[in-house]
């Protein structure tokens, strides 16, 4: 089954096509990488799919439902997560808080009577182990390190039970050491999720991407493993050699 289909779908922002006739699908647990230069309408392309910015034309199916007129809230609670460069996470809540409060809403009047059932303390203890946070729940959210706060929001996206993660840039000015837990988490994570990641650090893409897409001026112009997307010609013209001379 795919889990995420697009089709014709198109952002204009006044009359310029961040987005221009977009077709694009991914299958249930693969992990995508979305690459291509500054301003091919990478990130455009995950607004419209989260519901951040509505699409100027087109579809978009998450599973079987057409998404493309629901509202950011709606799409979240039908189960895609996105992850932001910023993380959006509470620094003056704990760890645990944090996580409590991403926990996905409808608890019954029971649970708020008697607080939280032994369900949502096993998730919080799977979902915290899973990110590398065990022993720090009780630490405020703001005083976590730079990679720390990033966990933090996957496991956010995880107590909302999103299947299909969306992920900007996420080993973006992570250290070393980070960049590889952060390989490690999606290819743990994609055992039982979907995960669209964009990504401009190359290094990590060649380490962790099965299959890459690639966007230019609002349109996909490739899309392989690396090694095919690597070998395009069109490819190496409008990105990879410019990323080269960047190194
Ligand atoms: N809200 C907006 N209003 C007007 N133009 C926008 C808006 N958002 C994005 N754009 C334009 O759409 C194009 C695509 O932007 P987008 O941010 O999607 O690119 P990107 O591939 O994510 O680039 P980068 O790699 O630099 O993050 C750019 O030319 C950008 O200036
Ligand atoms: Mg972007």
Redesign the pocket.
Known sequence: MMHLQTENLTVS??G?K?VDDVKFAMGVGEVRFLI??????????LDAICGRVRPTSGQVWFKDFQIQHQSEHEIASRGIGRKFQAPSIFGALTVRQNLEIAAKAPRGVWANVFGRSRADKEKLKTVVEQIGLSGQEEILAGNLAHGAKQWLEIGMLLMQEAELLLFDEPAAGMTDAETTQMGELLLELAKTKSILV?E?DMEFVRRYASKVTV?HAGKIISQGSMEEVSNDPLVAEVYLARQAERK
């Open positions: 922002f006044d310029f961040a291509g230069p500054n301003g091919a309408g990478k990130t455009t392309l964009v401009h966007m």
